[in-house]
């Protein structure tokens, strides 16, 4: 078993490795590793088993640790999750009936109760898949990513209702206990405080993720809600998202689990591969109806657009629904490689469909604004920053101390422009002149209301190196001839950054020391005046 774990972890390794080099997501080469170790005899094992539960336990906790409850009160959220899984479970149905009638094999077996229930499996959206996807791209806190992440968390607490139903899972008498958890809030906080920043905190974040899990399990309610709800409960804690970042890694590796079992599921059999790829075809209406839905709620074209394609695959919960009905007897067995086959083409398919979304956008932006409304949210509206001399992108840490820095110089004429709106209300209510916006968004520099010739620096504080050089390459584009400065991780991030067109660019990591040394120099060698 330990020999099958080895070679299941290095065909994940060489498969998602020769994903990334062209162009897509390593989950892209977890899945087809999955198909290819199938093929070759291997099967599903306990580790890979656990560690697939273990990620999608510490995905639903990291993701109740970010979540902010009032997010999901927008109507752009309850509203159009409720109204999409309404019009795609009878359009859905539908369109499985006529299939049917067509003579298709298994389709041809389902009548509407049955198609009923298979739409509604397919009505959802992978929340591990967007979430990751999201990670990679450092989005997950943009406008789009936490209405991605909001209408997931709807349809997961419908997936909580229907299994509850279906399964005869009724909450044990003990789930009213749970509601105790609530004033434990304070010793929760306490504990995080006392784990400080190592393996303690890292700690801590497990046994919550995984105690969650087991103690709603006992109570008769889904372990992975209450992976979720204690994430939720930490989320105002301070110390949230630096837990958050620590579990970060751990997450990642267990997730490899999930997707390799995906692919382990079933064989690619060709009869199965053909129902699954006319699934696959229908989830341009889903992708569609979420657009139209969003737009009409008031979101700009490309918010809608980037919310429909990180929701543009189906749900693993789609495996959960058909083994309910296998288990009752509903459907075959068959329909399980079915659903995971055309899970598995989904995701493989929306990948680069998510890597190139902006690009995508920038393509058909003028098609697309034709279904926009007319009325902005508050997070939509034109951008202003009163012609600042410098202007910051990123108002973390790094783009938090350049201002600081810089406003008593400049006096006051900084802006810092950042993609959260809580970092922005943070920063506003501590004086500073931060607007939110998002760079790497095209129409943002329709948005801005800013006159360039004004401006004598720029920097690129942001944490996405993408991020960085699609801003660089937009001022330039704009006729912007000032200094441009920005931060990177990697010395070929500086070097890049470099080619692009930014003056100077700094390595994070080496610059921190660096200062450190310098304030050490000032503060206890006066007579360096500052050289080191």
Not at 42 to 49: D, G
Not at 356 to 372: A, D, G, T
């Amino acid at each position: 078993m330990i020999v099958l774990d080895l070679v299941a972890i290095a065909a994940a390794f060489a498969l998602g490795l020769l994903a990334r080099l062209t162009g897509l997501p390593p989950l892209v080469g977890y899945l087809i590793a999955g198909f290819v170790l199938y093929a070759s005899g291997m099967r599903v094992t306990e580790t890979l088993h656990e560690f697939s539960e273990m990620g999608v336990t510490l995905l639903l906790f990291s993701i109740g640790l970010k979540l902010r409850l009032r997010s999901l009160a927008m109507p752009q959220i309850w509203a159009v999750s409720s109204l999409h899984m309404l019009a795609t479970i009878i359009l859905f149905t539908l369109a499985i009936l006529a299939l049917g009638s067509a003579g298709l094999p298994l389709l041809a077996d389902l009548d509407w109760q049955l198609a009923l229930l298979l739409a509604f499996a397919l009505s959802f959206s992978s929340t591990v898949f967007a979430v990751k996807v999201l990670d990679e791209k450092g989005e997950s806190n943009a406008l789009y990513g936490r209405v991605s992440i909001g209408i997931l968390i709807m349809q997961d607490i419908a997936a909580v209702v229907f299994l509850a139903v279906s399964m005869g899972k009724v909450p044990s008498p003990w789930a009213l206990l749970l509601i105790g958890l609530i004033p434990l809030r304070p010793v929760l906080f306490r504990l995080l405080d006392k784990a400080g920043h190592g393996e303690l905190l890292i700690l801590f974040g497990i046994s919550m993720a995984l105690g969650g899990g087991v103690l709603f399990e006992f109570a008769g309610v889904k372990g992975d809600l209450g992976a979720l709800i204690l994430g939720v409960l930490l989320s105002t804690h301070p110390g949230a998202a630096g837990l958050a970042k620590q579990l970060l890694g751990f997450k990642d590796l267990f997730l490899v689990g999930f997707f390799l079992t995906i692919g382990l599921s079933g064989p690619l059999d060709l009869h199965a591969l053909w129902i699954a790829v006319i699934l696959v075809a229908l989830v341009p209406l889903k992708v569609m109806l979420f657009y139209w839905l969003l737009a009409r709620f008031h979101l700009r074209a490309r918010t809608a657009l980037l919310t429909s394609l990180s929701l543009a695959n189906y749900s693993e919960f789609g495996l959960i629904v058909g083994g309910v009905a296998v288990t009752g007897g509903l459907i075959s067995g068959e329909w399980l490689i079915v659903i995971a086959i055309a899970l598995s083409i989904s995701f493989i398919a929306a990948a680069p469909l998510n890597t190139f979304s902006h690009q995508l956008y920038k393509r058909f932006r003028k098609c697309l604004q034709r279904i926009e409304s007319p009325i902005r949210i508050a997070e939509e509206k034109p951008i202003e920053t009163a012609d600042a001399a410098m202007l910051i992108f990123g108002m973390g840490r790094v783009g938090t101390g350049a201002y600081d820095g810089i406003d008593a110089q400049l006096e006051g004429n900084v802006a810092g422009i950042d993609i959260d709106s809580e970092t922005v209300e943070k920063h506003q209510a501590a004086g500073r002149h931060v607007v939110q916006g998002s760079g790497s968004d095209p129409d943002f520099w329709a948005r801005f209301q800013h006159d360039f010739s004004k401006v004598k620096l720029v920097l690129l504080a942001m944490p996405n190196h993408r991020e960085n050089l699609y801003v660089t390459q937009q001022i330039r584009e704009l006729g912007y001839q000032g200094r441009v400065a920005a931060i990177a991780r990697y010395a070929d991030e500086v070097e890049s950054l470099k080619q692009a067109g930014v003056d100077a660019a700094f390595n994070l990591y080496a610059k921190a020391g660096a200062g450190l040394a310098e304030d050490a120099a000032r503060g206890l060698l006066p007579e360096s005046n500052g050289r080191t």
